[in-house]
C-alpha cells in the first residue's frame, strides 16, 4: 500500500529536518567520544526517529514512565546510539550525558538496557524478540482501554527470525491497530548483506499476507515518511500496521554515505570533526 497521499506543510518538513539534523549530530558526538559506535545505522534511521517523536508520539519529557505514552520499543539493541540521540533531542535524557557516552556507570551504555536509560523500553540486542513483546504490551493496552500506540523499530536483519514472522501472525490474530512496526531497511548485518544472507523480498508482499496494512517509503525522504505515519496513525482499520523504510547507512555525511558499508562503519580518529563539518555542509548550517 502506497502512503497517503496527505497534506504536508512545508514548515513541519522544516522543523522535523531540524530535528533530523540534531539527531544525527548528537550520534556523531556520542561516536566520538568513544571513538566507534553504530553511527552509520543512526545516521540512516535519523529522519524516521524524527518524524516518530517530534510528530505523533506521545511522551513527557520530564515523566519517562507517563502512563497515557506511547511506547517506542527499539528491538535492535545495537542501534542504542540512535535512539539515544533522539531522546536528547527529545529532551528525555540531557544532552549531558552525551560526554558520557559509553562509560562505566553511564546511563548510556553502547547497547541498549531499559534499566539504565530514562525512555528505553526494553533492552534489546539478542535479535527477534522485539516485536513479540510489543505485541504482549498492544494486547495489554487494549484490554486497558487505552489509546497508546506501540512502535516497534526492528532491522530487515531481524526477518530472518522466525519470532519475528510468530509475533506478526499473532498481532494480525489479534487485532491489534495500536501496533505500528517500523522495519528498517539498509540491507546490512553482520556477515553480509541482509538480501544475501536469506532474501526478504517480496517484503512489503509478506507482511500483507500476514495480515498487516503495509506502507513502503524511502526512509531518508521526510514528507514519505510523515505521510506513511500519518496514515498508519490515522486508518480506522483493525489490522497492525507496519511502515517498511529504506534507509542508506551513513546518510547526512558524505564520507560515510560513500564508505562500503559493513555492518560497522569504521571511523577514523581525525574524521569525527570531518563528519561533523560534513553534515552542517548537508543541512546547510554556518
Known amino acids: 500500500m502506497s ?6 506543510e512545508p514548515g513541519d518538513l522544516e522543523k522535523l529536518k531540524r530535528h533530523a539534523y540534531r539527531i544525527r549530530r548528537n550520534a556523531l558526538l556520542m561516536g566520538e567520544v568513544q571513538g566507534q ?38 528491538s535492535i539493541g545495537h542501534y542504542a ?22 562509560s562505566d556507570n553511564s546511563i548510556l551504555p553502547m547497547s541498549g ?51 519475528t514472522w510468530e509475533a506478526a501472525a499473532s498481532a494480525s490474530h489479534w487485532k491489534l491497530n495500536n501496533l505500528i512496526a517500523i522495519v528498517d531497511v539498509n540491507d546490512q548485518q553482520a556477515d553480509d548483506k541482509s538480501s544475501t544472507v536469506l532474501a526478504y523480498e517480496p517484503i512489503a508482499d509478506k507482511w500483507t499476507a500476514f495480515g498487516w496494512e503495509t506502507w513502503r517509503v524511502n526512509g531518508n525522504d521526510l514528507e514519505e515518511l510523515v505521510q506513511a505515519f500519518d496514515a498508519a496513525v490515522s486508518s480506522e482499520s483493525d489490522k497492525p500496521r507496519v511502515i517498511i523504510c529504506d534507509t ?39
Open 37 to 74: 559506535g553504530y553511527v552509520g545505522q543512526a545516521l540512516g534511521v535519523a529522519d524516521v526517529l524524527a518524524v516518530a517523536y517530534f510528530r505523533h508520539l506521545k511522551f513527557r519529557a520530564d515523566d519517562p514512565e507517563w502512563e497515557g505514552r506511547d511506547r517506542f520499543l527499539l
Open 81 to 102: 546510539i540512535a535512539l539515544y540521540a533522539a531522546l536528547i533531542e527529545a529532551g528525555i535524557v540531557s544532552e549531558d550525558e552525551i560526554e558520557n557516552y559509553g
Open 248 to 286: 542508506l547507512m551513513g546518510r547526512g555525511v558524505p564520507l560515510l554515505e560513500a564508505r562500503d558499508k559493513t555492518h560497522f562503519i569504521r571511523v577514523d580518529e581525525n574524521e569525527w570533526s570531518l563528519a561533523l563539518a560534513q553534515l552542517d555542509d548537508v543541512y546547510g548550517i554556518k
Open 113 to 163: 538496557m531499559a534499566a539504565y536509560t530514562p525512555g528505553m523500553e526494553i533492552t534489546g540486542g539478542s535479535l527477534g524478540h522485539g516485536l513479540g513483546i510489543g505485541v504482549g504490551m498492544a494486547l495489554g493496552l487494549k484490554r486497558k482501554s487505552s489509546d497508546s500506540f506501540i512502535y516497534n523499530l526492528l532491522s530487515d536483519g531481524e526477518l530472518n527470525e522466525g519470532s
Open 3 to 8: 502512503a497517503s497521499l496527505s497534506r504536508v
